[in-house]
Structure formats: structure tokens, C-alpha cells
């Protein structure tokens, strides 16, 4: 095989990502229309932005759901990166199949599942359902994607640095947070943001485990699709689709460019 | 192995944390779910009995075994409740539609690792992203393309190749659109790792022996990339077994979806026994392809070290 692309190769790329990409696109275009019908173009307005302001339903439901997804992703973060440690670097230890099973499972199990079995967990132990529940079912199901995130990083990871603090006398404790962790850091950001991307997405845990007052996001949207295709609905669904492709733009430019810094830096220190 | 740390209280505390996290959010939900999958519905707070009362010693434990019942596990897997329909035509919708994405997915990830290097990271954020946008948004998304007076049939007709609006919207052929393509990021992502990885030296030892393209790509390159399609496969094919908004959302009412039926008799009928027992049931359906999926994870982990 020689590299480079043949006409197969390309086509099939740019139909991939036009399949990819076209409804989402059109979703954008559409929240623009100023006709109520949402499939008629009516014209540019920006006017279902403007009454997305006055809609106080889904503003307390955007703000329920900001607070859950950046706590629950902060402690998910601080939880799989543990878990990730364990996995790679603590070798065997008694239930570590048991542990590791836990750290996958989540990953593929559906969410109607994981849903139904925490809500029971919580009226078990008569615990009151809304907001801190959906934080704590949150934290469970994305602390396992960071974990696997951070384990990807902690494999590939030149552990000389590390025994050479050790030698020299660093604490563990202390060598992990001037050390691994820095060298670490992208996956774990990388983590932290799939983690709240994953929280303010998600639907089904959320609408098992919440109760008064904690209405999320996606819940809103959901019961407004039920109803129909609305402009507003392309509205909202827009911004968040224009905040997560800021996010991800910014974090990826930052870790690759932190990872330039980080690779002059192990050249310079070579040599 | 030589960390320091690796012995000693910090690491105990490091493995501790996690796994009691863990066993108490993940495991000791499940068998609650078992639990109450073996009781009956009642009209009180928690609405299921027997509850297991301590208080009573021995006497409480025993009154409590000889309350469970397998009644609920009769219920379901009654033919005339639909429960078994429902998991036959899940498992044959996740099957087909894994078969599409292995089919959509390949050729993707086949160019995204044959492209120059310098691109590469580019074209595999540009696979990623639409992962990050909401999943509830891209299965939105596709409704207004779908439906009657939806862009695609406006399209069609524009193009004068249809007279009748297709009826796409709320059949089956929507929900197998849908999963296809939520769920196409994460068979590429697989088979991307796979492909990337392959080493060319063997396809141009197989050109300079006169083996023609088309038989190295099945001779060499697709075995070599058997991992990743296992990967990919199970990473969508499970989901989407409990699949529940596509579906919902797209699905037409005789779309039968396990996902779907459990979240009817839990949020409809309301009987939390009943679906828990819909639940042990989807467990055990999904249990080998899920301990095949952490067998691969496992061994690619002990590749990486």
C-alpha cells in the first residue's frame, strides 16, 4: 500500500463527514428562520434567540444542568484519575478483575439500566431525590470515561521522571503533583470535558434519578420534542452545540500546544 | 514496579476511594434492581414488598426470603406481553445496524489512516466533535430531515425524483438512520487505532510478491485490523441493544425497543418490580458481549505497558 489517498479513499471521507455534519448544519440554518413552520424558510431572524431569554422554564433547567455537569465532572475527574492509577500502575491487588470490570462496564451498559438501578438505590437508602442525586449518578457513569482517558495517557508514559524524583528522595505524594500530574495533564482536561460533556448531555439517568425541582436541560428539550420540531428548540440546541465546538477548539489548540512546550522542554533537558 | 508510593497508605488510599465508589454507586445497585425484580408491586412508599426488616432478627429475614417471587420474570417472559418480542427485534435492529456501521465506519477510518500524517488530527477531531455535541441533539436533528414536509422529502421532490412524500419518520428504517449515525464516531474511533497502526512493510512485501490489492486488504489488512472491529462492534452493538431515545424519538409505535419498553413500564405503568425484572433480564442478555468488550480493553491495556 502506498500512502496517500486514492478517489475511494477520498470519497468515502468527505460522504462520512457530510453525513456527519449536514443535520447539524441544517439545525443551525433552521433555528435562523423566522417562520414558525420549522421545514418553511421564512427569511433570517434571530428572534427565537430573543425569546429563548424570556423562556424561565429553560433557563432554570440550563442552570440546573451547568451546576450538575462542573461538579459532578470535578469530582469525576479527581475519581477517575485515581481509578486510572490503580489500573495502570498498582499491579495486581485482590479484586482488581472485579475493579477494572467496574471501570468498563458503565462505559458500554445501557443507560436505561444504569438509570433504573441507581433511582433504587436511592429510594433504598430513603435518600431525596433532585439535584444531589443527579450529581452522584453523574459522578459514577463519567468517572469511568476519565478513568479510561487518563489510563490512555498513563501507559504510553516515560516513567524515568518519576524514578528519578523517587530516588532522590520526593515523597510519592509529592512526586505525583510535581511530576505525573503535569505530564499527565492534557488527558485529565481531556477527561474533565468529556465528563461535563457527557453530564449535560445526558437524558435517561437524569430523568431516573432527579425529582421536584431538578429539571435538567435535556429533559426540557425532551419534552418539547415530544411535541413537535420547534424554531426554539433549534435555537437553544444551536448555542450548545456553538459552546461545546468553542470549548473543544480552545482545549485541543491548549493541549497541543502545552504538549510542544512539554516535548521542547524533555529535548532541551536531554541534551 | 518501582514507585514507592506504590506501597504503603497512599496507595491504599489511591485503589480505596474508587472502588468503594464504585461498589456502592454501580454493583450494590444491581443487586437492589435483583432484588425488587423478585418482589411485588403495592400501593405505599417504597411501592414494592417484602422489605427486609432487621429489626425482627431472624424472623424478619426469613419472612422476607419467603416473600420473593420469580412471579415477575413469569410476567415477562409471557409471550403475549410483548417483553420477549421486544428483546428479539432489539437484538436484531443493534445486529443490523452494527453491520451498517461496520460497513459506513470502515471505509472512514481505512482513508482517515491511509491520509498524510499531517492531517490526521485533524480529520479525527473533526470524527470526534460531533460526539461532543449532544446526543439528544443529533437524534433531534434528523426529525425535521425525516419527516413528511421534512427537508428530505422537500428535497426529493425539488429534484423531481418523488411525487409522494417518503415515510421515513416513525418506521424502522428512521431508527436505523439514527443509531447509524450516533453512534458512527465510535466504531471509526476503533478502527482508526487498528488501522493506524498497521505496519506497510508487509503490504509492500505482498506488492513486490505480485499479490494483487484487493486480496492483501482481505489477507492481511483486515485480520490485522480484527481487534479494532471487535471494539468497535461491541462498543455500538451494546448500547444500542437498551437503546431508548432513538427509538422513542424516531421510531414509529410498532418500533419494539427493549430500551423503550422498560422505560414505558416504568414512567406508565409505573410498576418499578416489573421493570426491574425487564432489567435483569437485558443484563443477562448483554453479559457475554460485555465480558468479551472488557477482555479486549483488558489486553489492549497490558499491550500498552
Not at chain 1, 196 to 201: A, G, H, I, Q
Not at chain 2, 81 to 90: C, H, P, R
Not at chain 2, 145 to 162: F, H, M, Y
Request: charged residues 10%.
Amino acid at each position: 500500500m502506498k500512502k496517500g489517498l486514492t478517489w475511494f479513499n477520498i470519497t468515502s471521507i468527505v460522504l462520512g463527514f457530510a453525513f456527519l455534519y449536514i443535520p447539524i448544519l441544517l439545525l443551525v440554518i433552521y433555528s435562523f428562520n423566522d417562520s414558525r413552520l420549522v421545514t418553511v424558510w421564512g427569511g433570517f431572524s434571530t428572534r427565537w434567540y430573543w425569546s429563548l431569554l424570556q423562556n424561565e422554564q429553560l433557563m432554570d433547567a440550563a442552570w440546573v444542568t451547568v451546576r450538575i455537569a462542573f461538579f459532578s465532572s470535578l469530582v469525576a475527574t479527581v475519581l477517575g484519575t485515581m481509578a486510572a492509577l490503580t489500573l495502570t500502575r498498582y499491579g495486581r491487588f485482590p479484586g482488581r478483575t472485579l475493579f477494572s470490570g467496574m471501570i468498563y462496564a458503565p462505559l458500554v451498559m445501557p443507560e436505561v439500566i444504569t438509570g433504573l438501578s441507581l433511582l433504587l438505590l436511592f429510594v433504598a437508602v430513603n435518600f431525596d431525590r433532585g439535584f444531589w442525586t443527579v450529581l452522584l449518578a453523574h459522578i459514577t457513569f463519567t468517572m469511568c470515561f476519565v478513568a479510561v482517558v487518563v489510563q490512555s495517557r498513563l501507559v504510553t508514559f516515560d516513567r524515568a521522571l518519576e524514578e528519578a524524583a523517587l530516588d532522590l528522595g520526593c515523597p510519592p505524594f509529592k512526586t505525583f503533583f510535581k511530576i505525573t500530574l503535569p505530564l499527565i495533564l492534557p488527558a485529565v482536561v481531556s477527561g474533565f470535558m468529556l465528563a461535563f460533556t457527557l453530564s449535560l448531555d445526558d437524558l435517561v439517568i437524569a430523568s431516573f434519578t432527579t425529582g421536584p425541582g431538578a429539571t435538567t436541560l435535556p429533559m426540557r428539550i425532551y419534552s418539547q420534542v415530544r411535541l413537535g420540531v420547534t424554531p426554539e428548540i433549534n435555537a437553544v440546541c444551536s448555542i450548545l452545540i456553538a459552546i461545546v465546538t468553542v470549548v473543544v477548539i480552545i482545549a485541543s489548540v491548549m493541549t497541543k500546544r502545552a504538549e510542544n512546550i512539554r516535548q521542547a522542554e524533555e529535548r532541551a533537558a536531554m541534551q | 514496579m518501582a514507585m514507592a508510593g506504590e506501597k504503603g497508605r497512599g496507595r491504599w488510599f489511591v485503589i480505596a476511594v474508587p472502588y468503594l465508589w464504585l461498589l456502592a454507586l454501580f454493583l450494590a445497585p444491581f443487586l437492589i434492581v435483583f432484588k425488587i425484580s423478585l418482589s411485588q408491586d403495592v400501593v405505599a412508599q417504597p411501592p414494592y414488598a417484602p422489605i427486609l426488616d432487621l429489626s425482627q432478627g431472624w424472623a424478619g429475614f426469613t419472612e422476607f426470603l419467603s416473600g420473593l417471587s420469580f412471579a415477575n420474570y413469569g410476567y415477562v417472559l409471557d409471550f403475549s406481553n410483548e417483553f420477549l418480542e421486544a428483546y428479539g427485534s432489539s437484538l436484531v435492529i443493534a445486529s443490523i445496524s452494527t453491520v451498517l456501521l461496520l460497513l459506513a465506519g470502515y471505509p472512514i477510518a481505512y482513508a482517515m489512516a491511509r491520509a498524510p500524517r499531517s492531517i490526521q488530527p485533524t480529520l479525527l477531531m473533526l470524527v470526534i466533535l460531533p460526539f461532543w455535541t449532544s446526543f439528544l441533539i443529533r437524534v433531534y436533528a434528523w426529525i425535521g430531515i425525516l419527516s413528511q414536509e421534512g427537508l428530505l422529502n422537500q428535497g426529493l421532490r425539488a429534484l423531481g425524483i418523488i411525487d409522494q412524500p417518503l415515510e421515513i419518520l416513525n418506521t424502522n428504517l428512521a431508527v436505523y438512520i439514527g443509531i447509524v449515525y450516533s453512534y458512527l464516531p465510535f466504531m471509526v474511533l476503533p478502527l482508526y487505532a487498528a488501522l493506524e497502526k498497521l505496519d506497510l512493510t508487509l503490504l509492500e512485501a505482498a506488492a513486490d510478491l505480485g499479490c494483487p490489492p484487493a486480496k492483501a486488504f482481505w489477507t492481511i489488512t483486515f485480520p490485522l485490523s480484527l481487534p479494532g472491529v471487535a471494539a468497535g462492534a461491541l462498543l455500538c452493538f451494546i448500547p444500542a441493544v437498551g437503546e431508548f431515545v432513538i427509538p422513542d424519538l424516531l421510531g414509529g409505535s410498532d418500533t419494539l425497543m427493549i430500551g423503550k419498553s422498560l422505560w414505558t413500564e416504568f414512567t406508565v405503568n409505573r410498576s418499578w418490580t416489573v421493570s426491574s425484572a425487564v432489567a435483569v433480564l437485558l443484563l443477562l442478555v448483554l453479559v457475554i458481549p460485555i465480558v468479551i468488550y472488557q477482555n479486549i480493553q483488558q489486553r489492549e491495556l497490558e499491550a500498552g505497558k
